[in-house]
Each structure stands twice: as structure tokens, then as C-alpha cells.
Nanobody, 116 residues
Framework: QVQLVESGGGSVQAGGSLRLSCVVA???????FDWYRQAAGKEREWVAT???????NYADSVKGRFTVSRDTSDNTVHLQMSSLKPDDTAVYCC???????????WGQGTQVTVTA
């Protein structure tokens, strides 16, 4: 069974940094994973992807500030966030879509709050 568990959120001042982690169980972290976020009252927004080949893709709003990576030693996907802005405030979720059945898997999310 695939399980995704995020951690690392918190409250930080604008300009600060946070590192989010997504512990993956049930499948290898060498698959393709995404980070999404949802701010209060807004639709869910794609943030970043790390593909099975290791390629990284980012939304324009976070490009140059966020870095997605994976650690095969502990089967974890990370999102390093720097130069944070109040607009980055949201619940951040890890996502995986299974190729064999098309099912979407989501973590419970971790809250990131950036104060001005």
C-alpha cells in the first residue's frame, strides 16, 4: 500500500527557508513525485515535480527559489524552499500517480506559513 507522509512545515518570516520532507512507503522513491500546495480559499496548485529520470520541473512562481530532490537511502522526497514570500503560505502535499492503475496518492499535507 502506498503511503506518503509529509513533515517540515512551520511558520517563518519572509525571506526565510524551510525544508519539507515526504516519506514514501510502498513504492520506490525513484518513481515520479510531485509537490502541490493549496492556500486558504484557493484551488490546489502544482509546485514541482521530480521525474523517475531525476529531471526537476517547477511552477514559474517558485522557480529559482524551490528545489525538489529525493534521497534513496531513506525513500524520501524533499522540497527545499528559500526566499519564502507570504504568497507561499499554503498546505503543501506530496503526490504520486500510479502508472499501473492511474490511482492518485496524496499525503496529509504540512502547513507552511510565511509572515511579512
Amino acid at each position: 500500500q502506498v503511503q506518503l507522509v509529509e513533515s517540515g512545515g512551520g511558520s517563518v518570516q519572509a525571506g526565510g527557508s524551510l525544508r519539507l520532507s515526504c516519506v514514501v512507503a510502498g513504492i520506490s522513491v525513484t518513481n515520479s513525485f510531485d509537490w502541490y500546495r493549496q492556500a486558504a480559499g484557493k484551488e490546489r496548485e502544482w509546485v514541482a515535480t521530480i521525474t523517475s529520470a531525476g529531471d526537476q520541473n517547477y511552477a514559474d512562481s517558485v522557480k529559482g527559489r524551490f528545489t525538489v530532490s529525493r534521497d534513496t537511502s531513506d525513500n524520501t522526497v524533499h522540497l527545499q524552499m528559500s526566499s519564502l514570500k507570504p504568497d507561499d503560505t499554503a498546505v503543501y502535499c506530496c503526490h504520486y500517480r500510479a502508472l499501473w492503475n492511474g490511482r492518485h496518492y496524496w499525503g496529509q499535507g504540512t502547513q507552511v506559513t510565511v509572515t511579512a
